[in-house]
């Protein structure tokens, strides 16, 4: 319950600060304010203000009440959670400890200290440390074991790389697009897009730069698929891009389209890189995942230096 409690608050401070003081918010779900606008800085910086705010907000609401019967003191998680969602999205799948122990520690010490400021005939000092130790490292342990939830939850089903789908999340939309066709009787397409030459970068440039170029190449691919489609990656330099309702001429126009983009942008970068694209098209519910890729693997391939001949779309 904590954490759906502390997304539906976040979500209202988000609504109500982007609004104020940066950019209006899209017609969209906040609560999928995540990768797209976290991972910048922009997001970084709105995400520390929102819990320092919820951190004032609460010392205070605390403090107003900490000498009555009403214990608030639990209010103290909802930043220390919204710093481990924040942490989870900005360092992706990295266990970085830096974010949730400033925060832990920083809510630790306003606490401690406020229960200090109202105790009528002095607090000891070393009770306070005490306290101010036993809290930050509380609510370190929280925030990192909450953070390491969030991104199983984020990237259960998405590639922390390039951030497209993984395998796994292929075959669920593989399965639920056969069965659409099935009942259709409509085809669906699959494209294999394997890009060579990446090892020469990461070996010459570093690993740095063979990531750029997986993310120039998911950004390629995406750019070419509808809101329907899947493209994910399921190998080091092998993804997939799955065209519901898609008969083999249109898939033959997205292919060509991907080849001409790819060779450009690479060029550009002054990456010695290609792409080969393979494509199959079936209907209904005829083969699995790995049969059908073993039947694109015996293919002949497609480079840009041997595209497919242009095809008119059809509507």
Known sequence: MLPQ?????????????????WCKVPAVDVRRFTLADAQGSRGMYLGML??????????????????????????????????????SIHTQRKDDLLLPLLIGFLVGAIWSLLEALVTPDGFPVNALLLNIFSRGVTFTLLGTVVGRLWREREYGHKDFLTDLSN????LVRLAQVQSRSTRTEKPYSLLYLNISGLGEINNAQGHQSGDNALHKAAEIFSSFSRGVDTVARIGSAQFAMLL?????????????????????????YGWNLSVSVR???????????????????????????????PVPVQD
């Open 244 to 268: 519901p309702e898609t008969d083999e001429q249109v898939a033959e126009v997205v292919k060509k389209r991907i080849l001409t983009s790819a060779a450009r942008e690479f060029q550009d």
């Open 279 to 309: 494509q199959i098209t079936r209907i209904g519910q005829r083969g699995s995942f790995e049969e059908l890729l073993n039947e694109l693997l015996i293919t002949p391939q497609q480079t840009a230096e041997n595209p497919a001949p």
């Open 167 to 170: 395998q796994q999340e292929l």
């Open 50 to 87: 929102l819990i320092l705010t919820e951190v004032i907000v609460i010392a205070s609401i605390n403090y107003m009440t900490i000498k009555t019967y009403v214990s608030l003191d639990v209010l103290y998680c909802l930043p220390i959670v919204h710093a481990a969602r924040l942490q």
């Open 5 to 21: 409690l502390a997304t539906q608050i976040h979500s209202l401070m988000l609504r109500f600060w982007v609004k104020s003081f």
